[in-house]
């Protein structure tokens, strides 16, 4: 049962990826909106389709949520639904259950995990999820209003479920060991969520994202971090350095939340999974490069010459999925060669969900 979870949240990925192509088409030609699409309702449609299917998937697994039965069923069928929702009509009364729905099961999950005192990363990783979802109802409220601080809460609460939740939690799969407390990762992931989302002065802005990157710097440079994921890590931090030191155009923070998602976090995701071997050599090499050019091309969008910008962002963006879809596909239904990647973090999340089934 664990494994076809873990494929649900992987076609959540492949749903994500592909409602992005549709946005880029879309500035690219106008083709979606022009037969009746809504541009805001499909963009929320594709980050709800990351956040709450493909991302936080791993992390309840990781917290011991049952790998089985009805509320598994119930949490995909909710996220799944959300995301039409979304799509047709953004922020309604049925996308605000639904998201309700996704806020009772972080609830239990986090609980339970934080009434368990497992210390480190998976502590850190269930506080940031009572964080996110104490920051959904807002946002979905205002969101559903109108009101202009909707865009300020929703930027807040993407951050904040990044840096308390999915960088934690992603390390925590992986097998990597906290060399701090929990106490200190939740402040700093909350610190640098505000840097990113908020609108401030290089001032300001450096130190709040400066613990989160001291901590991430630290914890990759250590002798027992995967290397291989080391230079992914190593750089989110220098991100979060070079982030609040250059203005919050809406391009480069676009690109830097893609940047992070598909980069650290998914490459992580994946290789926790044990599923990397399983990607022929080719397309593992080339995804790197791949993400680079659609990461670069969405950043450097708005230098483009009018009309050139969204083209060529749509271009790249799909040789992303080109990759992308294989890599998926072979991680899903190809068996690994080897035992690559399953190390402790799995063990973990094996042993926890043991002892609650």
């Not at 080897?338 to 969900?353: C, K, P, Q, V, W």
Request: glycine share 10%.
């Amino acid at each position: 049962m664990r494994t076809c979870v873990l494929r649900a949240a992987a076609l959540f990925l492949l749903v994500t990826a592909l409602l992005g192509l549709v946005l880029r088409a879309d500035l690219a030609s106008g083709a979606w909106s022009s037969a009746g699409w809504s541009f805001p309702y499909l963009r929320h449609a594709h980050s709800h389709a990351g956040f709450y299917g493909f991302l936080t998937v791993p992390i309840l697994l990781l917290l011991g949520f049952p790998a089985g039965g009805r509320i598994w069923f119930a949490y995909l069928a909710a996220a799944a639904g959300a995301v039409v929702a979304f799509a047709t009509g953004g922020y309604t009364w049925l996308s605000i259950a639904l998201s309700n729905v996704i806020l009772a099961v972080w609830l239990v999950a986090a609980v339970r995990t934080l009434l368990r005192r497992e210390g480190g990363f998976p502590a850190a990783a269930a506080a940031g999820l009572l964080l996110g979802a104490a920051l959904i109802a807002p946002v979905a409220v205002l969101g559903a209003r109108g009101d202009p601080l909707a865009v300020t809460a929703a930027r807040l609460f993407v951050a904040a479920l990044v840096f308390t939740v999915y960088v934690p939690g992603t390390l925590a799969w992986i097998g990597a060991a906290s060399r701090r407390t929990a106490a200190l990762w939740v402040p700093a992931g909350l610190a640098a969520a505000v840097s990113a989302a908020v609108p401030l002065s290089p001032l300001l802005a450096l130190p709040l994202a400066l613990p989160l990157a001291w901590l991430l710097a630290e914890q990759a440079a250590g002798s027992t971090f995967p290397r291989g994921l080391a230079p992914w890590w190593l750089l989110l931090a220098s991100a979060l350095v070079a982030g609040a030191l250059v203005p919050h155009w809406p391009a480069l923070r676009i690109a830097g939340v893609h940047a992070v998602v598909l980069g650290p976090l998914l490459v992580s995701l994946a290789w926790g999974a044990g599923r990397v071997s399983a990607i022929p050599l080719p397309v593992r090499l080339a995804y790197a490069p791949a993400l680079a050019l659609m990461i670069g091309a969405i950043a450097l969008a708005p230098w483009i010459p009018v009309g050139q910008g969204a083209a060529v962002t749509l271009f790249v963006s799909a040789l992303f999925l080109v990759v992308l879809v294989p890599a998926v596909g072979f991680a899903l239904f190809v068996k690994p060669a080897d035992g690559t990647g399953r190390r402790d973090a799995h063990e973990y999340a094996n042993r926890i969900a043991r002892s609650h089934p």
